[in-house]
């Protein structure tokens, strides 16, 4: 089964495609992950995002296009992949489908606004050795400091409320119309998101067999 995972920054997207994955027994394919894959191992792609990253600049659409279309040749690929973080804008749905690649459900995981932000902003990390906590749901026993190794927790810059509220805005002028695209389709599947994992990972199952 071909997916792609929709969804605003904060909605769950990668614990959702971790569980398809141990279900369906395909890879999940981040944008990002394997942009750093290619550069890493100097792929013909790799080599061109590297000279835009090094620049400064953001990586063109066809860099990336090519990237994953490298990716989705691989063996693992055969019985079926998970995109997540592409496509992110309706030329690069429409490059998908120039590659002839068929995608058969597309998950859209909704969450409101409001609570994807206080997900966020709420969120605290351990430098030095990475655990993660946050201000209402998983408080730390003492304020501030990690459990785990006794260092200070910190707020990064992309969980701050300010930029918090970039990113929906980008999302929503930028990626939302996917789903107008693929609904037309007739294979986008809208899962509202949970406070509870598991009830949204049940949901998300539930679209898959729909």
Do not use: W
């Not at 995608?103 to 030095?128: M, N, Q, Y």
Request: glycine residues 10%.
């Amino acid at each position: 089964m071909n997916l792609i995972l929709l969804g605003a920054p904060g909605a769950g997207k990668g614990t959702q495609a971790e569980k398809i994955c141990e279900k369906l027994s395909i890879p999940a394919i981040s944008t990002g992950n394997i942009l750093r894959e290619a550069m890493a191992n100097e792929t013909e792609m790799g080599l061109k995002a590297k000279s835009f990253v090094e620049a400064g600049n953001l990586v063109p659409d066809e860099v990336v296009i090519g990237i994953i279309n490298d990716r989705l040749k691989e063996d693992d690929c055969k019985n079926g992949f998970i995109l997540d973080g592409f496509p992110r804008t309706i030329p690069q749905a429409e490059a998908l489908d120039s590659m002839g690649i068929g995608i058969d459900k597309v998950i859209d995981i909704e969450v409101p606004d409001d609570k994807i932000a206080s997900r966020l902003s709420g969120r605290r990390v351990c430098l030095k050795c990475g655990a993660t906590y946050h201000t209402l749901f998983k408080k730390p026993k003492a304020d501030g400091i990690c459990d785990s190794c006794g260092d200070k927790l910190v707020q990064r810059k992309d969980d701050m409320p300010e930029t918090v509220l970039d990113r929906l805005k980008t999302y929503h002028e930028q990626t939302e119309p996917l789903k107008g695209f693929y609904e037309k389709k007739g294979i986008l599947r809208v899962v509202e998101g949970q406070e509870d994992v598991a009830e949204t990972t049940a949901l998300t199952f539930k679209a898959l067999e729909d």
